[in-house]
């Protein structure tokens, strides 16, 4: 059970969300250059082309986390920042979270790499209503502390809305059920895909004069040799 904190114009309010579908939608980059970048960056990772875009990878929904630390096995695995589509009593809220995704196992199966590791997301979302008709103007960034160097940086307009995205999903899978929860593709790196010891990600709304912020840290557990 995740304790959404649905941050509105009107008033805030904290509301108890059990996710039941998570859902991570890759390749979802509307400008074709935009998109080759990231599709290249991966293969330099030894990672193939998708076979169509978007893609929609199906994980286990007890990924999801918004605890402030993560571990993972080694340090081949790595985050990106994405805006994060939830489903409560049929209303849409947006948040933002990373696809920490193993980059050394995504080489041999791209669902198999992202089912192990954990999911961070934002407690806080807004209600998408509040933010659909300007959602092109919205700005995803993610940094690196301590220095807080930018990572990644670019307007949601580069990736297909998150509302597209859902439509796209249901179109071919049905209608999802509430407690699905959805990644919604994210923005080529800044110096190339690593491992990095936290991460801290950022949706602006300059529109509204708002932000949504997480922060969290990776603690690297031991590889044991066999």
Known sequence: MIDLLIQSRAEDCTVPFLPRTLIIAGWTGRD??????????????GIARPKAV???YRVDAALLTCAPV??????EASGEIESVLWKHQGELYVGI????????????GITLSKQVCAKPVSA??????????????????SRLPPTDEIYQQGSTAGLR????LLGLY???????????????????????????PAMTL????????????????????PVAES
């Open 70 to 75: 993560v571990q993972v096995v080694g340090r």
């Open 124 to 141: 806080a979302v807004w209600p998408w209503l509040e933010v659909a008709d300007h959602w092109d103007r919205m700005l995803l960034r």
């Open 170 to 196: 249901e179109s071919r899978e049905g209608t999802t059920p509430d407690g699905t929860v959805m990644f919604c593709g994210t923005l080529p790196v800044q110096g190339g895909i690593r491992f990095t």
């Open 32 to 45: 074709a250059a935009a998109l080759e970048a990231h599709i290249v960056e991966l293969e330099v990772l």
């Open 97 to 108: 979270g990373s696809d920490h995704t193993d980059r050394k196992l995504e080489a041999y």
């Open 161 to 164: 809305r998150p509302d597209e």
């Open 54 to 56: 978007p893609m929609f």
């Open 202 to 221: 950022e949706l602006h709304d300059a529109v509204l004069e708002r932000s949504l912020q997480h922060r969290y840290a990776v603690e690297v557990l």
